[in-house]
């Protein structure tokens, strides 16, 4: 038998009960078996640590040093005890994680909330947020450069897994008090925003290529004076009132404007954009990274159930993970 954490404690017992016989009642043990753990120490250390008489047991000198040794272990033992025992679970996830949320979707307002979340209930987590746009962020899904990202995607993607997690209607979003054809409030057609400046994201984007097949079916070339890949300069560029924009509601989330921008919902026809969450479809994922994710889930379910935005739904019901 080596030296361990039990047979130090049998030795200690020892020591301070002055009796075997007593010792081994305290530890609910026999006492052969103590006076085994003392031999094993004693064979271990080659010294006699312990005096044997009728009135019990004394430490010898060596045995005195060791018992001093033995208190400052057994002691350091106990405590990481109870220090583990009072840490909650989510104390002992932590690690880095990164997350990417499309720029323009309605995931991308969750970043705050999100780091918010994480900071709370997991703080050993290092989280990195890249608000980027989707083709960029599932590359570096796909090469385990970012854990997981919220992209739009209508289709299954090489190197990745994805599972719909909403869909986002289309808007108008205007400047505040600009003139906009009549009709009914809340929404406005399609036909109607092709004489408006628009601004619009590069055609490399998901949503670009969306509303250029939109305006395609109808027969329609709007007219497009800027492209902006930037979210905060295009949000700039609509309250200075340079133009309009075709975008999901959220993108006109900003509780800092002055004024709101006006938002209708477009028809005739209606566009949608399935937002999808990302994950590489051959590296696991760390627990640290799962923990983020059941946040950011709920977070997204928060979504459905607060109302805070209109123009967002749960997946068709046929939708499934690609």
Do not use: W
């Amino acid at each position: 038998m080596t030296v361990n954490f039990k047979t130090l404690r049998s030795f200690v017992t020892a020591v301070d009960a002055k009796s075997l016989s007593a010792a081994a009642q305290q530890l609910r043990v026999a006492q052969p078996a103590l006076s085994q753990h003392i031999a094993s120490l004693e064979e271990h250390f080659k010294h006699r640590l312990l005096n044997r008489s009728n009135a019990g047991v004394t430490p010898t000198r060596v045995g005195s040093e060791l018992y001093r040794h033995a208190q400052i272990i057994l002691n350091h033992l106990e405590q990481m005890e109870h220090e583990l025992a009072n840490r909650s679970e989510a104390s002992f996830v932590s690690g880095p994680v990164s997350v990417g949320l499309a720029t323009y979707s309605t995931a991308s307002i969750l970043s705050m909330p999100l780091l918010q979340a994480v900071r709370r209930e997991y703080p050993e987590i290092n989280l990195f947020i890249n608000d980027n746009f989707g083709l960029v962020l599932s590359e570096m899904v796909m090469t385990g450069r970012m854990d997981m990202a919220i992209i739009y995607a209508a289709g299954p993607m090489k190197g990745v897994t994805l599972q719909p997690l909403l869909t986002e209607d289309l808007c108008l979003i205007a400047p505040p008090g600009m003139q906009l054809p009549p009709g009914n409030e809340p929404t406005i057609a399609l036909r109607s925003i092709a004489e408006m400046d628009l601004l619009l994201p590069s055609r490399t984007h998901f949503l670009r290529r969306l509303i250029d097949e939109a305006f395609a079916r109808i027969g329609v070339t709007p007219r497009i004076t800027a492209e902006i890949e930037s979210a905060a300069t295009l949000r700039q560029a609509i309250e200075a009132g340079v133009g309009a924009t075709i975008l999901p509601s959220a993108s006109a989330h900003e509780p800092s404007a002055a004024a709101p921008p006006l938002v209708r919902r477009i028809v005739e026809p209606g566009l949608q954009a399935t937002v999808s969450l990302c994950v590489p479809d051959h590296l696991p994922m760390s627990d640290q990274a799962r923990a983020v994710l059941d946040i950011l889930r709920r977070q997204i379910a928060d979504l459905f159930v607060d109302g805070r935005l209109v123009g967002i739904r749960a997946p068709e019901a046929d939708a499934t993970a690609r």
